[in-house]
């Protein structure tokens, strides 16, 4: 497999580990500031709210959870995680970070929610919502540019290591409206104070994390949102698994239409298209005196 060099931009082989042309290692090792974006829930209490990147004057730097106060030591090397209760002792050893990032509860519960101020179709369900959304300046369509100097924490969720040449890192972009950021078995839709944006699942191209920035890809757009008490981690995750879903539905019904209808079903389809056939026949005989 081909990777881009995070400093030149030359493509290398992933097994060599290291750029041949500059000697920048294509291995990045895992940051302690990286990890706070991805657990968006405590692996240990499972409260729904992004674990905070702690940096005290006096010791090295933990990952905390504000509501039970367990607070996790990262060992970059061996890409493990070691629980310590409120005051500060070891709870059990040290554990892989995908093995905790499993124990994550689903993003998406299914219930719906309210969603005020958004008028929604018949049918249609509020999935997920983020207060305090903000909507950064829009840019053409980089999902094909390949953004030189990021790393990739998962697949679809990348970091910044690097200056790219090809356009401003997510953080470097402008606010240009805030308000409440919706999903729905069909659209996402942001409801700022000076711009709206609504988006068609069915139209989304592709949906990525970028520094801790929602990124949803269009054909020729790339709209940029940021949250200030959600993990756009997570509301990527339900995203990805609402289109998911809605694919799903689709083939579903795609395969029902296509089967071969039943004999009774057969009969209902001849017996309504016979009374249409008299109803547009009487329709006409009272046109007639009229023409």
Do not use: K
């Not at 070691?82 to 050893?93: E, I, K, L, N």
């Amino acid at each position: 497999m081909m990777v881009r060099c995070p400093e030149c931009a030359r493509m290398v082989p992933e097994d060599t580990g290291y750029c041949p042309r500059c000697g920048a290692a294509l291995v990045t090792p895992l940051r302690l500031s990286w990890l706070a974006h991805l657990f968006w829930a405590c692996p240990i209490c499972g409260h729904e709210e992004a674990l905070v990147h702690r940096q005290p004057f006096i010791g090295e730097p933990r990952l905390a959870c504000r509501a039970c106060g367990t607070s996790w030591r990262f060992d970059a090397d061996a890409r493990t995680l070691t629980a310590h209760d409120p005051s500060r002792q070891p709870v059990g050893g040290p554990r892989p970070v995908e093995e905790l990032l499993a124990l994550l509860p689903p993003p998406l519960s299914g219930r719906p929610l309210a969603a005020p101020g958004l008028l929604l179709l018949p049918g249609e369900r509020c999935l997920v919502r983020a207060d305090g959304a903000r909507m950064l300046a829009p840019r053409q369509s980089v999902q094909h540019a390949r953004p030189i100097g990021r790393v990739a924490l998962l697949p679809g969720i990348y970091e910044r290591v690097a200056h790219d040449p090809l356009g401003p890192r997510p953080a470097a972009l402008g606010v240009v409206a805030r308000g409440p950021f919706f999903v729905t078995d069909r659209r996402a839709v942001f409801m700022g104070n000076r711009r709206q944006v609504e988006i068609a699942l069915a139209r989304l191209a592709d949906v990525e994390v970028d520094e801790g920035y929602l990124l949803l890809h269009r054909a020729a757009r790339t709209d940029t949102f940021g949250f200030a008490r959600e993990s756009a981690v997570r509301i990527r995750a339900a995203v990805l698994a609402i289109r998911a879903e809605a694919t799903a539905d689709q083939e579903e019904l795609a395969d029902e239409e296509g089967a071969e209808p039943a004999a009774d079903t057969v009969d209902e389809i001849a017996a309504r298209r016979a009374l249409g056939r008299a109803r547009a026949d009487e329709a006409d005989a009272r046109r007639a005196p009229y023409e």
